[in-house]
């Protein structure tokens, strides 16, 4: 049995292109993405979903794999396949954000473990909410979303075709405000509440002098802390669900489908 060398070439287009793109986006994408996960599985797992939805994407156009524009096609796939991931990894930096913005104004913070994602010590209130955070976005079926919305990708934006207009970039960067605007609602009630609390101790210490609030004020600021957090934890999936809204859409904006 014989094979011309063209066919050759299509074949090896037509996984080894979306292999780039899939595997780039599963580097950065959220819960897989993560540092704790073996690049031997991300690797393996790029694999499996480029045979899976090979048959399913257009017949790449480019086949000349041999030549200077193949850099270009590369770095092309990778851009599109990281900024897909980074909107799911945006999502999770949200609520770590939160949490480490009420870790601090709690007492919390100087309560630090490693953080599996980054490899980067935060505080626990911040592990905690990525924690939930990770365990939503699969439960919302996060990673199936991902891998369609990268099958669609291909249909938009197929391989070796125009390159993204600048205000895809500005999108990203512009969604960065949704992520401090979405932490601080997420942390505004119990930041209230805590500032109600040290407005409390700071009358007390102006009445009564002889009276040692540091020692008495900080622990029942880190008790009261954790009474607030889990008043308010019935907020987390409200917001949730509408950051995971503002993901969705932003990904469909940077693939051109629809909502």
Request: aromatic share 14%; glycine share 8%; proline share 3%.
């Amino acid at each position: 049995m014989e094979f011309l060398f063209s066919d050759i070439m299509q074949g090896l287009s037509d996984y080894l292109i979306p292999f780039i793109r899939i595997s780039s986006m599963i580097m950065v994408m959220a819960g897989l993405g993560a540092q704790s996960v073996s690049k031997r599985i991300k690797i393996c797992l790029s694999m499996v979903v480029t045979l899976a939805v090979a048959p399913a994407i257009p017949q790449s156009q480019f086949t000349d794999l041999f030549s200077f524009q193949m850099i270009l096609v590369v770095i092309q796939e990778m851009i599109v396949g990281v900024a897909i991931g980074f909107a799911s990894l945006l999502l999770l930096n949200t609520f770590i954000l939160a949490g480490q913005v009420l870790a601090m104004q709690t007492g919390l913070g100087f309560a630090s473990v490693v953080d599996p994602s980054n490899g980067l010590s935060v505080p626990a209130v911040g592990q905690f909410y990525l924690i939930l955070a990770t365990l939503l976005f699969f439960v919302f079926n996060g990673h199936l979303m991902m891998i369609q919305m990268i099958v669609f990708s291909f249909q938009s934006w197929p391989i070796g075709g125009d390159w993204w207009h600048v205000d895809n970039y500005y999108d990203i960067a512009n969604w960065g405000s949704w992520l401090f605007a979405t932490a601080l609602s997420l942390s505004l009630a119990p930041l209230t509440a805590m500032l109600v609390i040290n407005l409390a101790f700071g009358i007390m210490t102006r009445a009564a002098p002889q009276m040692n609030i540091f020692s008495v004020g900080f622990a029942f600021t880190l008790v009261a802390g954790l009474m607030i957090i889990w008043a308010t934890l019935g907020n987390f999936t409200m917001q949730y669900e509408f950051q995971w809204l503002k993901m969705t859409e932003l990904m469909c904006n940077l693939i051109g489908c629809t909502v």
